[in-house]
């Protein structure tokens, strides 16, 4: 899902704004708690907790960079 997001056209604001609004549902689904909460991915494994660790911060990568460009224009 992240990879499709990502590579959707994002050179207007038309075009981002429903990527944005799919990351920050990501970043807010209770469905998502367990998998995400920091609490959830201490328990984790630690190969497990690496991956969604990095899947995480490639969601918020993302998504701060969308909002950015959203506010440069």
Do not use: C, F, N, Y
């Amino acid at each position: 899902d992240l990879a499709r997001l990502a590579a959707m056209p994002r050179d207007h604001a038309t075009q981002r704004a429903p990527i944005v609004e799919r990351l920050k549902q990501l970043r807010e689904d209770p469905d998502l708690a367990s998998v995400r909460d920091d609490d959830a991915i201490a328990a984790m494994p630690v190969d497990e907790a690496g991956k969604w660790r990095e899947l995480w911060t490639d969601v918020d990568t993302r998504l701060m960079a969308l909002v950015a460009a959203d506010e440069s224009r």
